[in-house]
């Protein structure tokens, strides 16, 4: 009965859909693409094709899940030179980043969470075992696999703190979710306990996929190339990434108080549809700054950047002295720290965690990273990586022996999926 309500109340919310597709659009105009996979329209004649194949499905909703499958992807397109790998997706910036070049790896949107379009997309594509990567936990979606016996499993799982009180409201209805999947892995211990919180089904833990992610191999040759392009040369650069809304003006204002000399400071907005927003932050204050995406123009290194492009943040990283992770300073939760890590930068984390909690915590412990409970803080921070080589190397140093510890949740993954072919 629940979930027959549920399924109503997602029908009734469809044609609000439509205008909240328009919406984005006009800041992101991906989300005007492809409308078609969101109501699981499909080509009649392509659905032949699908059938032939053996698929395997991989629900990926934004960047970071889908950054997180690049080397699965490369290992199974090897083990397995017969299978499709379907990627889906809930929004555009995860549709676009970039996944291992192949004919067998496909993308498209995940349908709305009706029962009417999960099933279509089921009976479409017939993928043979479905992976959810990390919480995306829709009724439908995983009511409609069990109905249609498809096997599924949520691998990578993660449940905050935060999360688990919102989870704990609709306790039963999430434990009858679950307990449908075919097996659950997440990402640790903490969130195996979380877990074990709103559910009666067995949970197991397999490490973090992210850890296992690598830098494009030709990464510092693209480094040295984006380095020319913005004319840097000795000056220290604070490379701030993935910021939310209200962060870019406070990191602003306190560098320009820090009265630093020969320094470069890059920010880079999580969202695209932000860069224009934060560009009126820099004119608002008469700063001088320059877009990544007019480097043509650039004629010497500017002191402020923004870096409009996508799909670079790895050679910005590599630019840098100090990396600060982006929504940690004020309340979203934190973004991926381990991208700055594997590109063995010193990385600052403000006292806004709960997304990447265990990660954070993991690193700090390990002396990978350094914290900062406000803005002002990172005074001492910048004036003692500037200083002292010797500290900056330690932190470098601990870095790698952390990462390099934390690997191996990609081999989990290949053993489970190893079970079913």
């Known amino acids: 009965m629940r979930l027959f309500l549920y399924d109503i109340i997602?029908?009734?919310?469809?044609?609000?859909?439509?205008?909240?597709?328009?919406?984005?659009?006009?800041?992101?105009?991906?989300?005007?693409?492809?409308?078609?996979?969101?109501?699981?329209?499909?080509?009649?004649?392509?659905?032949?094709?699908w059938a032939t194949r053996t698929t395997i499905w991989l629900h990926c909703v934004s960047v970071g899940e889908t950054k997180s499958i690049y080397l699965l992807l490369n290992h199974l397109i090897n083990k397995y030179p017969k299978i499709n790998f379907l990627i889906s997706h809930g929004t555009p910036t995860g549709r676009d980043v970039i996944l291992p070049n192949s004919s067998r790896i496909h993308r498209?949107?995940?349908?709305?969470?009706?029962?009417?379009?999960?099933?279509?997309f089921i009976n479409f594509y017939k993928p043979k075992?479905?992976?959810?990567?990390?919480?995306?936990?829709?009724?439908?979606?995983?009511?409609?696999?069990?109905?249609?016996?498809?096997?599924?499993?949520?691998?990578?799982?993660r449940l905050s703190n935060k999360s688990?009180?919102?989870?704990?409201?609709?306790?039963?209805?999430?434990?009858?979710?679950?307990?449908?999947?075919?097996?659950?892995?997440?990402?640790?211990?903490?969130?195996?306990?979380?877990?074990?919180?709103?559910?009666?089904?067995?949970?197991?833990?397999?490490?973090?996929?992210?850890?296992?992610?690598?830098?494009?191999?030709?990464?510092y040759a693209q480094i040295k190339e984006l380095k020319s392009q913005l004319k840097i040369k000795k000056q220290y650069v604070i490379v701030a990434g993935s910021t939310r809304n209200g962060?870019?003006?406070?990191?602003?204002?306190?560098?320009?108080?820090?009265?630093?000399?020969?320094?470069?400071?890059?920010?880079?907005?999580?969202h695209p549809e932000r860069f224009d927003e934060v560009a009126k932050i820099f004119k608002s204050q008469n700063i001088l700054y320059s877009r990544r995406s007019e480097y043509q123009d650039i004629r010497k290194s500017p002191q402020?950047?923004?870096?409009?492009?996508?799909?670079?943040?790895?050679?910005?990283?590599?630019?840098?002295?100090?990396?600060?992770?982006?929504?940690?300073?004020?309340?979203?939760g934190g973004q991926n720290l381990i991208e700055p890590l594997s590109m063995n930068v010193p990385t600052a984390?403000?006292?806004s965690i709960y997304n990447f909690k265990n990660i954070t915590e993991a690193a700090e412990k390990e002396k990978a990273i350094i914290r900062f409970k406000k803005i002002n803080d990172l005074r001492n921070i910048i004036?003692?990586?500037?200083?002292?080589?010797?500290?900056?190397?330690?932190?470098?140093?601990?870095?790698?022996?952390?990462?390099?510890?934390?690997?191996?949740?990609?081999?989990?993954v290949i053993k489970i999926i190893n079970r079913y072919f």
């Open 164 to 219: 688990l009180k919102k989870y704990l409201l609709f306790k039963g209805i999430f434990n009858n979710l679950l307990v449908q999947l075919n097996s659950i892995y997440v990402q640790n211990e903490h969130d195996r306990l979380n877990f074990k919180k709103i559910t009666q089904a067995k949970i197991n833990t397999m490490g973090n996929l992210k850890f296992d992610v690598r830098p494009p191999s030709n990464i």
């Open 10 to 49: 997602v029908h009734c919310l469809l044609p609000f859909t439509l205008f909240k597709l328009i919406y984005r659009g006009l800041k992101n105009p991906g989300y005007l693409n492809h409308w078609n996979e969101r109501f699981a329209i499909y080509a009649q004649e392509e659905q032949k094709i």
């Open 304 to 332: 402020f950047i923004i870096g409009d492009s996508m799909g670079e943040l790895y050679q910005y990283y590599g630019l840098a002295n100090l990396a600060i992770i982006g929504g940690s300073i004020l309340d979203y």
């Open 383 to 412: 004036n003692d990586l500037s200083i002292s080589k010797m500290y900056a190397n330690k932190l470098i140093k601990n870095t790698k022996t952390f990462m390099l510890q934390s690997r191996g949740g990609t081999e989990e």
């Open 349 to 351: 984390i403000g006292p």
């Open 108 to 120: 498209c949107y995940l349908p709305y969470d009706t029962s009417f379009a999960i099933k279509r």
């Open 247 to 270: 962060e870019e003006k406070i990191i602003l204002n306190f560098i320009l108080k820090l009265n630093l000399k020969n320094f470069v400071l890059i920010i880079v907005p999580r």
């Open 129 to 157: 075992l479905g992976l959810i990567i990390e919480k995306e936990l829709w009724p439908n979606l995983i009511n409609q696999c069990n109905l249609n016996k498809l096997p599924a499993i949520l691998i990578n799982g």
